[in-house]
């Protein structure tokens, strides 16, 4: 299994563009989560989703989308990136059945200019 | 809502002290906690979790309900504990989002 994957590793964006992080995970777990990672504030949530269809809002939404229309794939979305928004992103995906532990993927560290 | 507190942003330690690092979360009911681990250049990865009452590289948790806290214990640090260190809490009972801490580096100093 290749557990949670991330694409891209890193970019760069300029202020005003969009882009997409791609995250998918190959454990059939029910339950995924986007967190963005700034020194001196962990790990804040974004958005998580607990099965195909159904998203929610996390800790700190503004500016992001989510969808999930399968269970292994869970993109997020910038619409108008800023440079509050340079992090280091984290997708995670969990299981009732592994008492949900959160499994990481590599993460992306994303930089606005 | 619930919260997690870390109080150190680094905790330097010799090789071969005791470790602790401090969790206290803030939440009246029955939560699940958890510490996660980063070693450099790697992925974040559970280290233990409080129902598990079990010892993984030496690290033991213990959940002090009365006091709202749950630290990371190790007796004697060895260099490849250099990592960051994150508590986190989840609220007991199907799917809850999960509350992490601001971490903290531990350094062990050869």
């Known amino acids: 299994n290749a557990g949670v994957t991330q694409t891209p590793k890193f970019q760069v964006l300029k202020t005003g563009q969009s882009m997409t992080l791609q995250c998918a995970q190959d454990?059939?777990?029910?339950?995924m989560s986007w967190y963005r990672q700034d020194p001196g504030m962990g790990l804040r949530l974004i958005h998580y989703s607990v099965g195909a269809g159904i998203t929610d809002q996390g800790e700190v939404p503004n500016g992001y989308n989510v969808s999930r229309s399968t269970t292994e794939d869970f993109p997020l979305r910038l619409l108008s990136a800023a440079p509050s928004q340079t992090s280091v992103y984290f997708c995670?995906?969990?299981?009732?059945?592994?008492?949900?532990?959160?499994?990481f993927g590599p993460g992306t560290r994303l930089t606005v200019t | 809502a619930q919260r997690v507190t870390q109080p150190e942003k680094l905790l330097s330690v010799f090789k071969g002290a005791p470790v602790e690092l401090k969790c206290n979360y803030s939440?009246?009911?029955?939560?699940?906690l958890f510490w996660y681990v980063q070693y450099s250049r790697q992925r974040l990865q559970l280290l233990l979790r409080?129902?598990s009452r079990e010892s993984i590289k030496g690290f033991t948790a213990d959940l002090n309900k009365g006091e709202t806290s749950f630290h990371l214990k190790k007796p004697f640090a060895q260099e490849e504990d250099s990592a960051m260190y994150y508590c986190a809490l989840k609220l007991g009972g199907g799917y809850q989002k999960v509350t992490f801490g601001t971490g903290t580096k531990l350094q062990v100093i050869p």
């Open positions: 409080h129902i």
């Open positions: 995670a995906s969990s299981s009732p059945g592994r008492g949900h532990e959160q499994y």
């Open positions: 454990m059939n777990h029910e339950y």
């Open positions: 939440y009246s009911g029955s939560p699940e």
